[in-house]
Structures are given as C-alpha cells and as structure tokens.
C-alpha cells in the first residue's frame, strides 16, 4: 500500500521530464557577439606600467592565456606577471549576456581580497570595450572601477584601468598592452 504514491509519485516527474524535455528552448550557440571573445583568445605578450599620483611609475611584463570554453560561449583567461618583484596571478571567465546585451564576467586574482564582477558593452565604430568592475578591496570595501580596452588590430590590444581619485574623478591607474604571440 505504501508503494503506491511512491509509485504515483515517481510516475508523476517521469511526465514531468519527458513532456518539459519537448519544451526546452534549444542550446545556445555562439554569436555574433562571441566574435569579440574569439578574436581575444590566445597567448599575448603583455608589458604593464602602473602609476600612483606622487610615486614613480612602475612597469613590468606579463602573459595572458586565453582560451574559449563552454562550446565557444565564453573566455577563460589565465594571467601571470612579476609586479615589481612580487609575482601576480589572476584568472577571469567573460561571456556575453543576451538578455542585457552585454558582457559579464568575473576576476580574481593574488592581490584581491575576493572577486570582482565585470559588465562590458563594446562599441564597434571604436573598437572599444568599456567594462565596470565592482568587488571588495582587502579591507572588505566595495569598490567600483573603470577599464577600457581598444583593439585597434587582431594582434594588439590596450587595456587601462581607471581608479577613483579621493575627490571622485577617475586617473588612469594601470594601463596593459597587449602583443598576440605568434
């Protein structure tokens, strides 16, 4: 007697999954905007100058790996650098949002206290990639940053991260430039 609205019950998801399998939108597939994430993959030679008002600027050199995962839907990225003799690894994944029609992602790397989120829009005529990034610093403050990167050609690419000033107005804090590697 117990057996039966187990069996009832079992028979019940059975039709559940089978009728929902049949209404299930179809997968996504990459498009037009995944070209972006596309064109970014691959290893880049990458030469960072950092700058803080009043201290003198430092420069270094780095690799980023780039990699498409997910079927093409996404960029997973691997970056390693000495920052001024102290080595920096970051990993971040983008991909683009249909929904917002924006790129979203996430970033965290050896000198953050936790991760950052990313929202993007790129404009074509540009060649720009304007991102907004927003996480906790290490004293657990959230903070909102700028970065924007230009791709002038499929081998180059400049990325320059802005920070808030303590009046408010955004300075360039770190610019990257970025070679393809061939």
Same mark, same amino acid.
């Given at each position: ?116 989120? #990313?929202?993007?829009?790129? @404009?074509?005529?540009?060649? =720009? *990639? !304007? ?5 906790? &610093?290490? /004293? ?7 970065? #924007?990167?230009?791709?002038? @050609?499929?081998?180059?690419? =400049? *990325? !320059? ?5 303590? &009046?408010? /107005? ?13």
């Amino acid at each position: 007697m117990r057996c039966v609205p187990a069996l009832l019950s079992s028979l019940a998801c059975s039709l559940l999954l089978t009728s929902g399998a049949a209404a299930q939108p179809p997968m996504p597939q990459p498009g037009p905007a995944h070209e972006l994430l596309k064109m970014a993959a691959g290893t880049w030679d990458a030469v960072i100058e950092m700058s803080a008002p009043g201290a003198p600027a430092m420069t270094s050199k780095g690799t980023e790996v780039a990699t498409l995962g997910c079927g093409g839907l996404c960029l997973v990225t691997k970056f390693d650098s000495d920052m001024g003799g102290m080595p920096f690894q970051g990993n971040g994944l983008t991909t683009y949002d249909p929904g917002k029609k924006k790129y979203v992602g996430s970033w965290t790397d050896s000198m953050s206290a936790g991760i950052l989120t #990313t929202e993007a829009s790129y @404009d074509p005529a540009t060649k =720009t *990639m !304007t991102t907004t990034l927003q996480g906790a &610093d290490q /004293t657990g403050t959230v903070q909102t940053m700028k970065s #924007t990167s230009s791709y002038p @050609d499929a081998d180059h690419r =400049t *990325m !320059t991260m802005f920070m808030k000033a303590p &009046d408010g /107005t955004e300075v360039p804090a770190m610019k990257i430039t970025y070679t393809r590697r061939k």
